[in-house]
């Protein structure tokens, strides 16, 4: 069996000045579209929490999407949400407008939330 030194391993590692080298790790950052199994729209995926449940059943009686997608991102304390949401109400609205208009639908909620992550999409230009 190989014994690994590791005297001599972190001499390998070691800068020209003599002191250790140092790497960082990125951390993967929660996608909205990493997982596009996620996405629906009639009837959400028994994965969403009862919290997650709620905000789906809301903004799909209001706006009526083709595609919708809720998911805490904020590591399960319910206080940042990436939501995606297509819809035919969007037509001819501009990206701002449509996210006001989901943020009207929300607006009781965002205000005990962190953040929210908001992708909104007219349907005419997700047919595209």
């Known amino acids: 069996m190989n014994r690994i030194n ?4 972190s ?25 596009a199994a996620r996405f629906y729209a009639v ?30 991102v ?6 940042m949400f990436a939501i995606n949401i297509v819809s035919e109400k969007f037509n001819g609205l501009s990206l701002i407008k449509q996210q006001r208009l989901v943020n ?5 909620e965002i205000s005990k939330w962190h953040g929210l992550q908001l992708r909104t999409k007219a349907l005419e230009k997700y047919n595209k």
Do not use: H, I, M, W
């Open 6 to 9: 590791f005297r001599s391993l």
């Open 11 to 35: 001499s390998l590692v070691k800068s020209s000045s003599g002191s250790l080298l140092r790497s960082t790790t990125t951390l993967p950052k929660p996608s909205l579209y990493k997982n």
């Open 43 to 72: 009837e959400p995926t028994p994965d969403l929490d009862a919290y997650e449940q709620q905000l789906f059943t809301l903004l799909n009686k209001e706006l009526d999407p083709e595609v919708l997608n809720v998911k805490d």
């Open 104 to 108: 009207e639908v929300l607006k009781d």
């Open 74 to 79: 904020s590591g399960g304390c319910g206080s």
